[in-house]
Every structure is written in C-alpha cells, then in structure tokens.
C-alpha cells in the first residue's frame, strides 16, 4: 500500500536560517511524482516543488528545494533563508501508478524574527 | 490563467439538507479530484475522474455522497442528506494527463459547516 509519513508536527526556525521538513515514503510501483503543498493561514493548497521518481537530480524552486534519496524512499523538503511568509502547513504527497496524489499527515512550520 | 474555480466558497447549512458543491476544472486538465480535509483525518481523496468517467470512489464515505462529472469543465459533489460530520473543507483539483509526474492544482476550497 502507498504510504506518505510526515513524523515532525511541528517546526519552528529563524527568519534568514534554513528549515528541513522531512518526508518518507512507501511505493511499490517504479515510476511516481513526489510533491509538496504549502497551506497557509488562508487555507488555499499551493504547488511548491515536484520530483519524479527517475529523476536524476534533485528539484530546486526558488528557495525550496527537494532533497531526494530514493534508496531512502525520503523526500525532504529545504527552505532557505526562511522568512515570515512561510510560516503555513506543508504538506508531501505521492502520486504512484494509480494517478491519484496522496497526502502526509503535515508539518506546521514557524518562523519567528 | 483562471485557476481550478469553486463555489461556494462558504456554505452553512441544518443537518438533513442537500448540500451541492460545484468545481470548474482548469480547461485542458483530464484528470479533477475531490479531497477533504479535516483536523482528525486530514486530506482524504474522495473520488477522482478521468475524462469525465470516475475512476476511483474508494473514498467516498457512504452512500450520501455522490460525485458527477457530465462534462469536460464541470464537476460536482453532493451530500444528502448532510450530518454535522460532514463538516469540512472540500478542495477540488485538476491535473494534466498522467497524474504520477504532473502536478495537481487545488481550487480555494468550498468550507461546509453542518449544523
């Protein structure tokens, strides 16, 4: 069965500092899409970074980037440079085979100055 | 670009009525999705389509939900009779064909309270 697992609640980091927000997954089927949402305050889901299963290198957007171990089945996300405006639920997700997009359980991040 | 387009965006409603909430897709995407979400279980799909045909409705809770896509740019769900449990946030979403490895985009979400 297709698992998504966010173990970490909560998080909280400094305005300018990096954040990890981890994310490990279970897949049997050999090509899928790993993804991650933002949610903030004003509930609206937002696309922020995709990485596909046989990619070789890992996704970067802007000051997000996708830390892919696929022997680790993990899909970390980075922020860099946090600031105030990322303070919001993140949310990783798995597409496998089957097409649907299946959701963790989320991590709610802080930034504080 | 408009973006995935739901309405209503707030509902309140009394236990037993008819709720209908509606979904216009993102023109061009073949696949629409409808999650809920909840602070006790969090984003469950529901139900999703693929050319306007539901593929999987494993989701769906029972029977007093229902789902219907009669065309390319137009989807609903429907509750009757609704139950305060049925008090959620429900997103839809559309994605291009081949939903592993193209990303889904979600609408603001329709905010139903059951009372």
């Known amino acids: 069965a297709q698992k998504i697992t966010q173990t970490q609640p909560g998080m909280f980091v400094q305005e300018k500092e990096a954040v990890t927000l981890d994310c490990t997954y279970d897949?049997?089927?050999?090509?899928?899409?790993l993804f991650w949402y933002k949610q903030p305050s004003s509930g609206e889901m937002i696309f922020l970074i995709y990485?596909?299963?046989?990619?070789?290198q890992n996704a970067t957007e802007g000051r997000y980037s996708l830390n892919f171990q696929k022997a680790r089945k993990s899909a970390n996300l980075v922020i860099s440079a946090s600031q105030l405006g990322d303070s919001a639920m993140y949310f990783c997700a798995m597409s496998p085979y089957t097409d649907k997009l299946i959701f963790g359980t989320g991590t709610r991040l802080q930034v504080f100055p | 670009d408009a973006g995935v387009i739901q309405s209503p965006r707030h509902e309140v409603t009394e236990m037993g009525q008819e709720v209908t909430l509606r979904c216009k897709p993102i023109?061009?995407?073949?696949?629409l999705f409808w999650y809920r979400q909840t602070m006790m279980r969090g984003l469950e799909l529901l139900i999703y389509f693929n050319n306007n045909v539901p593929i999987d409705d494993s989701g769906m809770p029972e029977d007093r939900f229902s789902a219907k896509m009669p065309n390319a740019s137009f989807s609903t769900l429907k509750i009757q009779p609704s139950e305060p449990r049925d008090s959620a946030v429900y997103f839809c979403?559309?994605?291009?064909?081949?939903?592993?490895?193209?990303?889904?985009?979600f609408g603001e979400g329709s905010w139903l309270t059951v009372v």
């Open positions: 990485q596909g299963s046989y990619d070789q």
């Open positions: 897949t049997s089927d050999p090509s899928y899409g």
């Open positions: 979403a559309s994605g291009p064909n081949t939903g592993s490895g193209n990303t889904i985009y």
């Open positions: 023109s061009g995407h073949d696949y």
